[in-house]
């Protein structure tokens, strides 16, 4: 009996032991790992800015920052003295330029996408010289808008319900320019804020 007795007790020490030892307690470690970011124009971007894919794309240029930039004016390398000619928007005309730039959700989750303001306006209101308005319109087909204008003005804002993976929204231009005088005294040097968060 005494033997049972001391090969029972061995076994129950040498399990509690392995119960012990098996717990993957540590005092320190260090270890390396690598990590990996790269920084990189809009259109490559998790949150892709990009010109839209036809002609009108041109339309959109690059800043010294390699930032996206909506340049309908001389200096717009893409269109000005160096191409076609063109060096802005008629006077007493409406333009609307389809197409121009697109924003894609090049991430791995879906997002709540914000773009504001989406209209801009100048008045020379002094002499009534002119009065310059444009506007950007979405183009989103499946996707549902959510329009908030409880901000006060001139400030506007467009919120996109949802934005997955792989999904985008177009962005055409619609402008005014009133009357012919509205040439060289009237003109446009803003910015939008867009603005992506997790969902």
Known sequence: MERRKFV??????????????????????????????????????YLGIKPGDGP??????????DALAINLTGDNDNIGSGLAGGEGLNANAVTGIADLFKIQNQGTQDIQLEVAPLAFADADFANFDGVLGVLLVP?????????????????????????????EIDFSLAAFAIPESAVDSVEISDEIEITAEEL
């Open 139 to 167: 183009q989103i087909g499946g996707v549902a808008l959510d329009y908030d204008m409880s901000w006060s003005p001139p400030v506007n804002l467009i919120s996109l319900s949802e934005l997955s993976p792989g999904d």
């Open 56 to 65: 009108n794309g041109n339309y959109v240029d690059t800043t010294d920052s």
């Open 8 to 45: 029972l007790s061995a076994g129950a020490l040498a399990a509690s032991g392995g119960i012990a030892l098996g717990t993957g307690a540590f005092s320190n470690v260090e270890a390396e790992r690598d990590v990996g970011v790269a920084v990189t124009d809009d259109s490559s971007a």
